[in-house]
């Protein structure tokens, strides 16, 4: 039996989206098999769409209740709560199979969405597992290896699963790879299931059952709260409060406000700090977030737009680049091992060369640029080179600075580079320039930034201000 909820296919999710048995290993079916309107006689839209169906009944008969098959028959539309609960599914997933037909590769924003998000899944924790399948004829492989999206996220046809045809070929190439069902037991959490779980003892602590039900209904008016599935229900309710502050990213830091505000005893201000570092950069949309990693595993600079992209506010926000650090921090969640390395002058190789050292080593007058290369070159960090030259803001660099790039990208191998584009994302950038996309709304950007201003001074109203 599929765990696909049938009543979510028939209206939006409702929220709170409730924590779903962690039991299980999840698996998350990526295609493009659902029948569009017209296509009902279509004999190739017909078998790609029984294909499917076929897949997740075999994987049932072969893994029982192993698994849970995570899939969407109904299709996502835009506008409604599907893509939140889209985005909590990429999330929550221990494995995830890509099915690559030719409308997958060639016409489907969603499996590029869910792409990117499952390749960052992957970059990020070496537990998650991604199968990408190739369907249909040669013609489709050549198609993936011929795509430089796909190309960038590291899906070409040698990462899939080939030559197979029927739903049983299919999954007994996937067995190969995924394990045999007595090997699946004692899955290890998610990254996204540890997050929650830190959140959730944030707000438990020190907080008994009763006030956490006072702040559910101060939080989410008319919606039961959950029945006591966990140890216990203030577990309970805590859990489900930390899931639905993680799964509303644009409403996050409000919340988070309106939580601290009636925590009774009101944490410790290192939890509420830390709980405020957590979900400060959930704004930022997962997918574009996701395209920072595939861009330096890929040597590609980037191009991210917005008015506050390198807004510093060190004093009040910790941040030298505010909407820059906030995609950082989405891309690589809970890692410090992150360094921004500015550069202003980009008249030449040399001269950005230079800026570059001395950026990454501030004060480091007496290193040989030998010394300081080596450095760089042995840096296990992720090291972002922001250009954010007044001039250049809000245009678009030539053949000539991205070659110069290139060269510094190859020589060193472990840089990033980001372009401050301007506020808007122009419509078209040299090839060589990958758009950080979806764009970055500026009024979006802007109330965030405010947003974060006024949960500072609420811990400083209700803690005194902290000291530097």
């Not at 009101?266 to 930022?284: D, G, H, Q, S």
């Amino acid at each position: 039996m599929l765990s696909f909820r049938q009543e979510q296919a028939s209206r939006k999710a409702p929220l709170p989206t409730p924590i779903t048995d962690m039991a299980a290993r999840k698996i998350f079916i990526s295609h493009s098999s659902r029948l569009r309107p017209g296509e009902e006689s279509n004999a190739q839209a017909l078998a790609h769409w029984q294909q499917l169906r076929e897949i997740c009944q075999e994987l049932v008969k072969v893994y029982g209740d192993k698994i849970d098959i995570v899939v969407d028959y109904d299709g996502l539309r835009p506008g409604d709560d599907w893509e939140r609960c889209l985005n909590q599914w990429l999330a929550e997933c221990h494995a995830a199979i890509i099915l690559f037909s030719a409308r997958a590769i060639g016409e489907s924003n969603w499996v590029r969405k869910e792409a990117t998000i499952l390749s960052w899944r992957a970059a990020l924790d070496p537990g998650f597992k991604l199968f990408p399948v190739l369907l249909e004829a040669e013609s489709t492989a050549t198609r993936l290896d011929d795509d430089p999206y796909f190309r960038m996220l590291n899906l070409t046809r040698t990462q899939c699963v080939q030559g197979v045809t029927t739903a049983g070929e299919i999954v007994g190439a996937l067995r190969q790879r995924l394990g045999e069902p007595e090997t699946l037991g004692g899955v290890s959490e998610t990254p996204y299931e540890t997050l929650v779980d830190a959140v959730a003892r944030t707000i438990a602590a020190d907080t008994d059952a009763t006030t956490l039900a006072a702040l559910w209904s101060e939080l989410f008016p008319g919606v039961a709260p959950p029945a006591a599935g966990q140890p216990d229900r203030g577990t309970s309710l805590a859990r489900q409060m930390a899931s639905h502050l993680l799964n509303r990213g644009e409403e996050s830091l409000e919340r988070f406000q309106k939580m601290l505000d009636h925590l009774h005893p009101r944490p410790l201000r290192e939890r509420a700090e830390e709980l405020l570092k957590w979900i400060r950069p959930l704004w930022i949309d997962i997918e574009a977030a996701g395209l920072i990693p595939a861009a330096r595993a890929k040597g590609k600079p980037l191009a991210l737009n917005g008015e506050l992209v390198g807004q510093p506010e060190v004093e009040k926000l910790g941040t030298p680049h505010f909407t820059l650090d906030r995609y950082l921090e989405r891309a690589w969640p809970g890692c410090d091992r992150i360094k921004v390395i500015p550069v202003s002058d980009i008249s030449s190789a040399d001269t950005m060369q230079e800026q570059i050292r001395r950026g990454y080593l501030p004060g480091s007058a007496r290193l040989s640029a030998i010394r300081i290369d080596k450095q760089l070159r042995d840096d296990q960090r992720h090291l972002i080179v922001f250009v954010a030259n007044p001039v250049l803001a809000g245009g678009i660099p030539d053949d000539r600075l991205l070659r110069d790039i290139e060269r510094v990208q190859r020589e060193y191998g472990t840089l990033t580079f980001v372009f401050h584009i301007g506020e808007q994302m122009p419509a078209a950038l040299p090839e060589n320039l990958l758009p950080v996309l979806p764009a970055v709304d500026p009024d979006t950007e802007c109330d965030h930034y405010a947003a974060e201003l006024k949960a500072h001074e609420l811990l400083d109203r209700k803690y005194g201000r902290a000291t530097p």
